[in-house]
């Protein structure tokens, strides 16, 4: 990644704090007590209507796990996902860890969502990184085409 040596230290600050960050929402999380059905519909976008948004730092704690040389680059589904499961879930990031398809946690993920992402933000500033904010093909093909 391009950029300032300031930049890339407080990207890498804010992926240190990152498990601190996910381990709070996740306490939060299992206070709601979603249901998860292991279908994978939260990893086929394009099938189920949405886009997994993350910041950079996300990518670069996500990419740590290299994805599939085989699977596709696009915006239909993660390339981490492997039938129904998730083969990179200790580091997916905050869209990923609030999105639940039960009906009675409606309105739980989106809050959750504002909270921890404006904590994602707070922690960039506090780390001067830059906020870097955009779906997960963005940052996919950024990093095939880097390597």
């Known amino acids: 990644m391009a950029g300032t040596a300031i ?35 939260c990893c086929r976008f394009r099938e189920y209507g949405h886009t997994l948004f993350l910041s950079r730092a996300e990518s670069q704690l996500l990419f740590q ?3 599939p040389e085989e699977a596709p680059i696009d915006d239909a589904s993660c390339p981490y996902q492997v039938g ?5 879930r200790e580091r997916r990031p905050l869209g990923c860890r609030v999105y639940f398809c039960d009906p009675g946690y409606a309105g739980v993920g989106e809050r959750l969502s504002e ?15 830059p906020w870097d904010y955009r779906p997960l093909v963005m940052f996919l093909r950024e990093e095939k085409n880097s390597g």
């Open 84 to 88: 129904t499961l998730c083969t990179a």
């Open 7 to 41: 930049e890339r230290e407080g990207y890498g600050a804010v992926v240190a704090q990152l498990p601190i960050l996910y381990e709070e929402l996740g306490r939060e999380i299992a206070a709601a007590s979603p249901t998860c059905e292991l279908s994978g519909r």
């Open 115 to 129: 909270h921890y992402l404006k904590r994602l933000k707070e922690l960039h500033d506090e780390c001067r990184a």
């Open 65 to 67: 796990q290299p994805f």
